[in-house]
């Protein structure tokens, strides 16, 4: 099985964690089958990323990175820039961002799924119109002890917080309610802690 077909049925066989990402994993399957280019940005209206929430082996701390574009602290996470494999995705984004080392997944399986809406903005100074992001999640896990640095072309923090403070400080209130506040329930009812 190619990769392109792996992921695919990685999608068609995730089980939905509530109605949103019911929602969400259909509005991907309907791209896939839609849509061109869905695993780079030259499709401009809807493309694929990943993104990590980064656990420390405790699972008392996330990994947060303060994002210059949307001025909040938020997950790691990019483009896949061409790459079908989103696991990879997300470590690499992880380790870019952060320049974490010891970075690897608590399961290979997608831990959350969401289409996200991203506004217009200037990056290195030219302007992307707004467009979706179909987003996998991994729930990924990270050593504190690794040195944190900011890839400054896309964060001005990186910082470990305890789990609870993921809901308080990200000042992206849909993201909170909508995709954090899940993601630490799955946390904690798929027992990962």
């Not at 099985?1 to 399957?29: C, G, H, S």
């Not at 656990?55 to 949307?70: E, F, G, M, S, W």
């Amino acid at each position: 099985m190619d990769n392109y077909t792996k992921f695919i049925k990685q999608i068609e066989d995730y089980v939905p964690f509530n109605e949103e990402e019911a929602r969400d994993r259909e509005l991907m399957l309907n791209c896939l089958a839609t849509e061109q280019n869905l695993f780079t940005r030259d499709n401009k209206l809807v493309h694929f990323s990943a993104s990590g929430w980064v656990v420390n082996p405790a699972r008392t701390k996330i990994l947060l990175a303060y994002h210059n574009i949307y001025r909040s602290w938020t997950w790691l996470g990019g483009h896949a820039d061409g790459e079908t494999d989103l696991l990879r995705v997300a470590l690499r984004e992880v380790q870019e961002e952060s320049s974490v080392s010891h970075v690897k997944p608590v399961t290979e399986e997608i831990f959350s799924l969401e289409s996200l809406t991203v506004d217009g903005h200037i990056k290195r100074g030219v302007y992307v119109s707004s467009h979706i992001h179909l987003n996998l999640t991994y729930l990924l896990e990270a050593s504190e002890d690794d040195l944190l640095r900011v890839k400054a072309d896309e964060n001005s923090g990186v910082a470990w917080f305890p789990i609870a403070d993921a809901l308080r400080v990200p000042d992206e209130p849909w993201m909170v309610e909508h995709v954090f506040r899940k993601l630490n329930r799955k946390l904690t009812e798929r027992d990962y802690l």
